[in-house]
């Protein structure tokens, strides 16, 4: 079974930016979703972003518009989130999700959607 292995998080300033890493931990070849949810205190988990790893195609939440994005490494099979202008509401536990496709679909920002999870990376942002 497929694990996803992130990486990336960590304590930092208002303003400072952070890249989150998410990778399989087999290689995979099937085109396929993979998307950045994240979840902080006492909140349900939301939709922060995800990419179409076939053509590239991004989607993201309107809090996070502009200052993060999603990106994908074909030659280390990683999917990484790069964050830029932290803000404290930004703090969370973020976890990184995939859905394998059999054929094209649009990025889903629901969770149910992905069935491989990462075990999280804590993100916090200190005013």
């Known amino acids: 079974q497929v694990q996803l292995v992130e990486s990336g998080g960590g304590l930092v300033q208002t303003g400072d930016s952070l890249r989150l890493s998410c990778a399989p931990s087999v290689p995979v070849l099937a085109s396929y979703h993979v998307a950045w949810f994240r979840q902080g205190p006492g909140k349900e988990r939301q939709f922060v972003g995800a990419?179409?790893?076939?053509?590239?195609?991004?989607d993201y939440t309107d809090s996070v518009k502009g200052r993060f994005t999603v990106t994908r490494a074909a030659a280390t099979n990683t999917v990484y989130l790069q964050m830029r202008d932290l803000r404290p509401e930004d703090t969370a536990v973020y976890y990184c999700a995939m859905r394998s496709l059999s054929r094209p679909a649009p990025i889903s920002r629901t969770k149910d959607y992905y069935d491989t999870w990462g075990q999280g990376t804590q993100v916090t942002v200190r005013s």
């Open positions: 990419i179409t790893w076939r053509n590239g195609r991004t």
